[in-house]
């Protein structure tokens, strides 16, 4: 057995980077392996780590980090630094932050892999995107992501296996928000009248669902992220998430609130608008979805009214619903379904993406 070390660092000890933690915590108590070493746990402001690359216990982990008087060091010190590690090392990315998104060439170059859920990196520019796959090729470290699309669910690596075999993907489309998922299926529910908007929207926040700032869900830009990740893997080469049509449900005049806390401050009095939206629909339920048409390379994120026997229309609590229309699969699109959104499911494919890479370097 390769018995080479490995080093995991690990950026970001928010909603999901806790449960990261605790799960990997889990796995080493299950399969212990003398190989696996934690040697950095940083937040945006504090940092966890031993100059001699020895052991964090990742257990007391938060406690520490609270009580550490390190700070982060930059972005290419700390990749120096894990390229320097007596053995492999990994970056574990459990921020939403572009600088972090930005260095991973750099880390790939030094033969330092990435595993992540955080979407900036696979969603930005494409030349981003680009450099980042050039860049792991030619160092051979990896690259996982399965979490920046649908949490845990099988989704990104569904996709590559059927581009890899040779099959044709000739369209995908679904639910790729938990967080549209959980506020449509509540505001907009196929029996029973729903709930008022504003209030679905501070739930989904306090549920953990939403991103840190749930703007980046109501503007439709979160699944923007995904559908440009999947059309890229598809094959499109999609400039930017902003670069086909992209419906937002931020009201115009709360487009400028400074703060995620004062938009929702604000939300109720524009609950109307939303009603609106809902009445308009007749019989059929409201849902928010994306869809990427290969042949005629077209991508679109937004609203659609669904019959309320559509699958799509069924769906419950923050479940997302991907559907792949393939040459083989014919007319019957083969459908990945479940939970959406949330920590323990994200961290899930953070974690099996580490199992993954860990058994490949
Ligand atoms: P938090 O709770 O804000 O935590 C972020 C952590 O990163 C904090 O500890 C912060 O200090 C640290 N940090 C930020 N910048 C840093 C820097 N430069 N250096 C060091 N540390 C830094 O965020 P979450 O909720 O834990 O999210 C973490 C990542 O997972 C984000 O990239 C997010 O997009 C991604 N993610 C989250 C979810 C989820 O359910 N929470 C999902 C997927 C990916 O499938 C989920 C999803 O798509 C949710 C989406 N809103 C939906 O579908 O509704």
Redesign the pocket.
Same mark, same amino acid.
């Given at each position: 057995a390769n018995t080479t070390p490995i080093f995991i660092a690990v950026?970001?000890?928010?909603?999901?980077?806790?449960c990261f933690l605790s799960q990997l915590r889990d796995l080493t108590i299950r399969r212990p392996s003398p190989k696996l070493t934690v040697c950095y746990i940083?937040?945006?402001?504090k940092a966890l780590y031993n100059d001699d690359y020895s052991a964090i216990n990742v257990d007391g982990a938060i406690n520490a980090l609270a009580n550490s008087s390190k700070t982060?060091p930059s972005?290419p010190d700390l990749v120096t630094y894990l390229a320097k590690a007596p053995g492999k090392a990994i970056i574990v990315?459990?921020?939403?932050?572009q600088?972090?998104a930005d260095a991973y060439p750099t880390a790939l170059k030094a033969g330092v892999s990435v595993v $992540?859920?955080?979407?900036?990196a696979f969603s930005g520019s494409y030349k981003l995107w680009q450099d980042i796959f050039q860049a792991a090729a030619a160092s051979g470290a990896k690259v996982y992501h399965e979490?920046?699309?649908?949490?845990?669910l099988p989704v990104i690596s569904t996709l590559k296996d059927l581009v890899e075999t040779g099959d044709e993907i000739t369209k995908i489309e679904g639910v790729?928000?938990?967080?549209?998922?959980?506020l449509f299926n509540s505001f907009a529910p196929v029996s029973g009248c729903g709930g008022k908007w504003s209030g679905e929207v501070k739930k989904?926040k306090e549920l953990?669902? $939403?991103?840190?700032d749930p703007r980046?869900?109501l503007n439709g830009l979160?699944?923007a992220r995904?559908l440009t990740i999947l059309a890229r893997l598809a094959g499109l080469p999609v400039e930017s998430p902003t670069s086909f049509p992209v419906e937002s449900l931020i009201p115009k005049e709360l487009e400028s609130c400074s703060s995620g806390d004062e938009f929702l401050e604000k939300l109720p009095l524009f609950d109307h608008q939303m009603d609106e939206k809902k009445a308009s629909v007749g019989n059929k339920v409201l849902r928010f979805v994306g869809s990427i048409d290969v042949a005629t390379k077209s991508v679109k994120v937004g609203l659609q009214s669904f019959e309320p026997s559509h699958p799509i229309a069924a769906l419950k609590g923050?479940d997302?619903i991907i559907s792949f229309y393939t040459k083989r699969y014919g007319s019957n699109a083969l459908i990945v379904q479940g939970a959406?959104?949330?920590?323990d499911?994200?961290a899930m494919?953070v974690t099996a993406d580490l199992i993954k890479v860990v058994a490949q370097i």
């Open positions: 950026i970001g000890a928010g909603g999901v980077g806790k940083a937040t945006s402001r982060p972005l990315d459990n921020t939403s932050s600088d972090v $992540t859920p955080n979407k900036k979490s920046s699309v649908g949490a845990g790729f928000s938990g967080t549209m998922s959980f989904a953990g669902y $939403t991103e840190p980046d869900d979160d699944v995904k923050s997302n959406g959104a949330g920590g499911v994200t494919g």
